[in-house]
């Protein structure tokens, strides 16, 4: 009798579920092609992360890791009172309220012009806009050099010299204009993000708003802008990520590592020109909190200006 009843559950269980076994081989042949980014990610990228805290907690120094000791929370207690770290803090807060804003809208800025339908040539100019940001920041930097060369760069030859104008003073902008340039130059990704969010908004919501005399730049503001708000926010996230994000790797710091931020150039000086380890370490888990609290505060704000439609479904009904 119980195995009677054990093999009428079983079958009403195949019934119930038709495409079980199908689901589950499916997720066995999804896991093992996710399994190399896997393995690569705690190698890698975790396992650093957490030998980053321990270090935190120690004096090690690169010339000499055998004198190693436990140091408590000495070093988060230098950085209260070092004057260097959080000028570098302060400046890297403004390096982001600099370079991700203008990175969010210069990138809404060209999705909104590649969705009109009036545009030619979308597909190259995709390519154009994105191909940049695979480009490494070191190339960036050395063709920005080159670029504003007093003696030999394009911009005295082709522009300066015609206009009669004098050449540029070297150093003169140099960092600020670097910034803004490498902050252009990987726009790719968040342009893709937004121009894909603005393809999928329903035509029948510009089309009502047309037939009740809304101008182009209303159904902007009052369509494009709330259905693609999560677009946004994303772009938002992951550029925030990418500034400040790499730190707790130690590898951060060099315009190689494309960022600029003024923290990550004071950890990688505290590592690599004066073998700090441990106090390298306690700066980067700094910016990591700093880092996580911007994004928690993004999160809960996020309520207030992203709009998601599952969110909104659920609440009508």
């Given at each position: 009798m119980p195995e009677l009843i054990s093999h009428t559950t079983t079958s009403k269980q195949k019934e119930a579920h038709p495409h079980a076994a199908l689901r589950r081989r499916e997720n066995i042949i999804g896991l093992l092609f996710l399994s190399p980014w896997l393995l690569g990610f705690v190698l890698l990228k975790l396992l650093p992360i957490l030998f980053t805290f321990g270090y935190s907690f120690t004096d090690f120094k690169m010339i000499s890791p055998d004198k190693a000791t436990f140091v408590g929370l000495q070093n988060y207690i230098r950085f209260a009172t070092d004057l260097d770290a959080w000028s570098s803090l302060v400046g890297?807060?403004?390096?982001?309220?600099?370079?991700?804003?203008?990175?969010?809208?210069?990138?809404?800025?060209?999705?909104?012009?590649?969705?009109?339908?009036?545009?030619?040539?979308?597909?190259l100019w995709r390519l154009v806009i994105f191909i940049p940001s695979i480009i490494p920041a070191a190339a960036i930097a050395f063709i920005w050099a080159g670029f504003i060369n007093p003696d030999s760069g394009w911009l005295n030859r082709l522009f300066l010299i015609p206009m009669g104008l004098p050449p540029p003073v070297e150093g003169v902008g140099g960092i600020p204009a670097l910034t803004t340039i490498m902050a252009l130059w990987s726009i790719g990704p968040n342009f893709l993000i937004m121009y894909g969010a603005m393809l999928h908004v329903p035509k029948d919501l510009y089309e009502a708003a047309r037939v009740?005399?809304?101008?182009?730049?209303?159904?902007?503001?009052?369509?494009?802008?709330?259905?693609?708000?999560?677009?946004?926010?994303f772009s938002v996230v992951i550029s925030l990520t990418s500034a400040f994000g790499g730190s707790l790797l130690l590898d951060r710091g060099y315009v190689f590592s494309q960022s600029l931020s003024p923290m990550d150039g004071y950890i990688d000086q505290t590592m690599f020109s004066y073998f700090y380890v441990g106090y390298a370490s306690a700066l980067a888990w700094v910016m990591f909190s700093v880092t996580m609290t911007i994004t928690i505060i993004l999160f809960r704000s996020a309520r207030r200006w992203v709009y998601f439609p599952e969110e909104s479904r659920h609440e009508s009904f």
């Open positions: 890297s807060l403004g390096y982001f309220m600099t370079t991700v804003p203008l990175e969010v809208l210069v990138a809404l800025a060209l999705a909104t012009i590649l969705s009109s339908q009036r545009m030619r040539l979308k597909a009740d005399g809304a101008g182009p730049l209303m159904r902007f503001l009052n369509i494009t802008i709330p259905m693609i708000s999560p677009a946004i926010f």
